[in-house]
């Protein structure tokens, strides 16, 4: 069975604080995506990353970064020098992969973590 | 990315009435949508997962009578809240995906329904 695990229920740190957040898996499969989405107040899913379980190289995307070790089956996400506007709450999620290996199912969302960034 | 809307984007309604809320590939074609619940504070929950055609496929524990879902079109799905409670009142998410996608999954801003 899938499972996603945020052990940090909530986060607060101060702006320009660096701040990782945590996210373990669980999954039977061989090939499966890990994703993290951000949710701001307003509701609204905002997509950061996709990962396939192929691809184990780490990655950075301006002041955000993923370290995704399958030994440990993590997939972490570090915010370097908050900014306020970083205050959401973030969902790991996992997905294994259809058929083709190319497309995937339904995603499993974590707890989620509730990050606030103090100014 | 490819973009999905929901409408309406929030709903108040009395207990015992039924409620729709659409979920719109607007440009792509979507063979399978998927709906979510979020209550406050928590996690979002798969409900049922859709493919253009056919049935819904509902997840354990999510009363398939109570939450109709029809997929008649590719660009498509409806969720439809029967008898609604106060107990129902929750952020409703759906996703869509697609070959023209590339299967990605793109959601939509989500419904607020609040039951009075």
């Known amino acids: 069975a899938q499972k996603v695990t945020q052990a940090q229920t909530e986060i607060s740190v101060v702006e320009k604080e660096d701040v990782t957040l945590d996210c373990v898996y669980e999954t039977r499969d061989t090939t499966y995506y890990l994703f993290w989405y951000k949710q701001p107040p307003s509701g609204e899913l905002v997509f950061l990353i996709r990962?396939?379980?192929?691809?184990?190289q780490n990655e950075i995307s301006g002041r955000y970064s993923w370290n995704f070790q399958k030994s440990t089956s993590s997939f972490n996400f570090t915010i370097t020098a908050s900014q306020v506007v970083d205050s959401a709450v973030y969902f790991c999620a996992l997905s294994e992969a259809l058929y083709m290996k190319t497309s995937y199912d339904k995603v499993i969302f974590g707890p989620g973590t509730s990050l606030s960034v103090i100014p | 990315g490819a973009v999905v809307s929901q409408h309406p984007s929030w709903v108040i309604c009395k207990s015992g009435t039924s409620v729709k809320i659409e979920c719109r590939s607007l440009d792509f074609q979507a063979t399978t949508m998927f709906w979510y619940r979020q209550f406050p504070k928590q996690s979002l929950m798969l409900m049922a997962t859709s493919n253009e055609g056919s049935k819904a496929t509902y997840e354990q524990g999510v009363e398939k009578d109570k939450f109709l879902i029809n997929h008649a079109s590719l660009t498509l799905s409806t969720l439809t809240v029967t008898s609604a409670h106060p107990e129902d009142s929750s952020f409703y998410i759906c996703s869509a995906s697609g070959s023209e996608s590339g299967y990605e999954q793109f959601f939509g801003p989500g419904t607020r329904l609040t039951v009075l």
């Open positions: 990962r396939n379980s192929f691809d184990e």
